[in-house]
């Protein structure tokens, strides 16, 4: 059934932003006038087909829906078909190049629509998200050096007012991958507000490869621990905890979140713990042995408990306006693809590793996860996913939107365009990047399911 739900999530994500993609092209092509043959959604072997309004443009779902495409009249330069002398004008090739480049351009700007479209309906409805409460830092970290303190609220990040956990880790997470250094106003649970300067300049590029919050020492402070689920076998069956305990204290030391009790547990590798849980309103012992589990990455043992912890956090409501939701659509989307532009910069520099990059096997689990949690959730990955898609579009790569831009530019300047064998090696050579790098991205799709 998970396999099923998160494919079913995976094929209507991807055929809502492939159709919209295409749309857009579509669009724009018959506003100049230009003869469309084929919408399809999906490559490979023809599902179905029907052919559709005044130019009899066919409409097809193909089997394997990891893309779709729009054929228009004449828009591959090696294309020799002949073209009636009334069809001609309409002809792709035909068009001032500037309306092609408007073509070309429209795919990637849909998806830019979609995705500010997406936020701003989120934004009317309401976005529910955790308060930008902070646990304790981690020792030694940049949090733990600037004073931040278990309890702080994040109020303003270089004098950019935040309302949310959400909101707080884009912004920080920018400054991460900068490595520079922020300014944050933080507000104890009693007492005024105060700034602390946390110097990222020291992050390297493995902590980048990791949680970048949990690096800079900032974690969400959440409440008690409560089981979520247990391991057969494991130290916590064992003992006999069962799902839904919360967790009140462990050594006769109140735990104040599951990063404190997590941190506890690992440091007590094979020693009996005294832990004190809350059942069904009523206060109960046990002793819990956590097993002994060799880190080959510290080099030495740590405990587990063979434990799905999770924990309630406190949440702030932000609803926003017809206006302000706009807004928040334009500048979230605009936010997202700056950084994913980001992100491509440093993986091409080496400054990030290559492992940061997703396939559709990724993106297929993310869709059946947040399919899962609610429609809200689904909406927000959906937009992700769309200024992904634009951004990805627009890159100056042959085979790519951006690719057949860079090939108008070219052609505005030399006032002609490229020869067709010119492009044609392009072609060929952006087929072997995009090769490369689906390659490498289904590589560490593969890795992150098998480690």
């Known amino acids: 059934m998970d396999f099923l739900h998160t494919s079913l999530a995976f094929i209507i994500a991807i055929s809502v932003l492939v159709v919209v993609h295409e749309l857009g092209h579509y669009w724009v092509a018959r506003a100049c006038n230009v003869k469309v043959l084929r919408f399809s959604l999906g490559f490979g072997p023809t599902l179905v087909a029907k052919k559709f309004g005044p130019d009899q443009t066919e409409w097809a779902v193909c089997a394997i829906p990891l893309g779709g495409y729009v054929s228009m009249l004449n828009e591959n330069p ?33 998806n ?44 303003r990040i270089n004098d950019e007012p935040v309302r949310s956990w959400v909101e707080s880790r884009w912004k920080l997470l920018e400054a991460g991958l900068d490595r520079t250094q922020v300014i944050l106003e933080v507000k104890p649970s009693s007492g005024t507000s105060r700034e602390v300067v946390l110097d990222l300049s020291g992050l390297t590029a493995e902590d980048l490869e990791k949680d970048v919050m949990q690096s800079m020492g900032l974690t969400l402070l959440r409440g008690k621990p409560k089981i979520g689920q247990i391991e057969p076998g494991g130290a916590a069956a064992v003992a006999g905890l069962r799902v839904g305990d919360i967790v009140l204290s462990a050594n006769q030391v109140a735990v104040a979140s599951v990063t404190s009790f997590i941190q506890q547990v690992r440091e007590s590798p094979g020693q009996a713990m005294r832990v004190r849980i809350l059942r069904e309103n009523q206060e109960l012992d046990l002793v819990v042995t956590p097993a002994a589990f060799h880190n080959s990455k510290i080099g030495k043992a740590e405990g587990r408990l063979g434990v799905g912890l999770g924990a309630e956090v406190q949440t702030v409501e932000i609803k926003l306006g017809w ?24 993986m091409l520099t080496g400054q990030v590793s290559l492992s940061n ?10 869709a059946g996860q947040t399919a899962k949690v609610g429609l809200e959730q689904y909406i927000g990955f959906l937009a992700l996913i769309s200024i992904s898609i634009g951004v990805l579009n627009l890159l100056p790569i042959p085979m790519l939107d951006g690719g057949h831009l860079m090939y108008h530019v070219v052609e505005l300047v030399r006032k002609r365009p490229l020869s067709v064998r010119t492009q044609d090696l392009m072609q060929r050579f952006g087929m072997g990047i995009l090769v490369l790098l689906m390659s490498v991205a289904l590589f560490n799709d593969l890795v992150r399911m098998f480690t």
């Open 78 to 110: 090696d294309d020799t078909t002949p073209i009636s002398a009334q069809d001609l004008p309409r002809a792709y090739s035909q068009k001032p190049v500037k309306q092609r480049m408007l073509i070309v351009l429209a795919g990637p700007v849909a």
């Open 112 to 155: 830019f629509v979609l995705a500010i479209l997406f936020y701003w309906l989120l934004g009317l409805n309401g976005l529910k998200e955790p308060k930008a409460l902070l646990d304790a830092p981690t020792p030694g970290s940049p949090a733990a050096y600037a004073g931040v303190v278990q309890g702080d609220e994040i109020l």
């Open 323 to 346: 206006f302000d939701g706009l807004y928040y659509g334009v500048t979230h989307t605009w936010d997202m693809a700056i950084f994913s532009l980001k992100m491509l910069g440093k």
């Open 357 to 366: 990059l997703s396939g559709p096997l990724t993106i297929a689990d993310y």
